[in-house]
């Protein structure tokens, strides 16, 4: 099955700078990779996601870069503000598996003043 | 648009007794899901329904938990007996019928956490 590696688990930065939060998966397959933020008591909600066909996608202060050859994909926040403090979730979905995601084990992003 | 609703949001009780989680997705989201999210981990998930239609519950365990979503619409997952590790977040998401090359959003909902005594 797929499995996908997060790194690093636990990650603080000064506000305004900039954010990178890695990710591998291992089926080379996958095809489909979204990134989820996650607030304290919340669900998981959609902030950007690449499909296997684009390397880089933007949407404001967020990218996502996706290196096929590689399975690694990365999500980059600049500018960080207090509210981007929460925790960060990347999945892959795999061609054989419908619409399952398969999570990476989450990064705790902290934002300090 | 109201998203994803769940309840009860919280839940306490001791080993093996039995216990229930609703789920109401988004209206038209044909496919629902039931992730359990464990403390300091992402979700992993239970089962899959395409409308009324169980698609993938190869990660349920059959022996203590069981799922249905008898009208296509919203759904309810039992836990009976409970045991001590079932405690977590357990999350519904929904999102349209999906199908082969298709990359629908999961939208999920604020999720149940139990606390098994």
């Known amino acids: 099955g797929e499995n996908v590696e997060q790194h690093p688990s636990t990650l603080s930065v000064q506000e305004g700078d900039s954010a990178v939060i890695k990710c591998t998966y291992s089926?080379?397959?996958?095809?489909?990779f979204p990134w989820y933020k996650q607030e304290l008591g919340k669900g998981p909600q959609l902030i950007i996601d690449?499909?296997?066909?684009?390397g880089e996608k933007k949407d404001q202060r967020i990218a996502v870069t996706l290196n096929k050859t590689a399975k690694h994909f990365s999500l980059h926040i600049t500018e960080t503000q207090p509210e981007d403090s929460a925790v960060y979730f990347c999945?892959?979905?795999?061609?054989?598996?419908?619409?399952?995601?398969?999570f990476g084990t989450g990064t705790q992003l902290k934002v300090e003043l | 648009e109201a998203g994803v609703v769940q309840s009860p949001r919280y839940k306490i009780i001791e080993k093996k007794q039995p216990v229930a989680f609703w789920c109401n997705p988004i209206s038209g989201h044909n496919t629902l899901y039931w992730y359990r999210q464990n403390l300091g981990q992402g979700p992993e998930l239970l089962i899959r329904y395409e409308n009324e239609e169980a698609v993938d519950d190869s990660q349920l365990p059959k022996d203590r938990f069981s799922a249905e979503r008898l009208k296509g619409v919203d759904s309810t997952l039992k836990i009976q007996p409970a045991e001590l590790g079932d405690s977590a977040v357990y999350l519904c998401a929904s999102s349209p019928m999906t199908g082969a090359g298709l990359y629908n959003e999961q939208f999920f909902g604020p999720g149940t956490r139990l606390t098994v005594l």
């Open positions: 999945a892959a979905r795999f061609t054989g598996g419908g619409n399952k995601l398969t």
């Open positions: 089926d080379s397959a996958s095809n489909y």
């Open positions: 690449i499909r296997s066909n684009v």
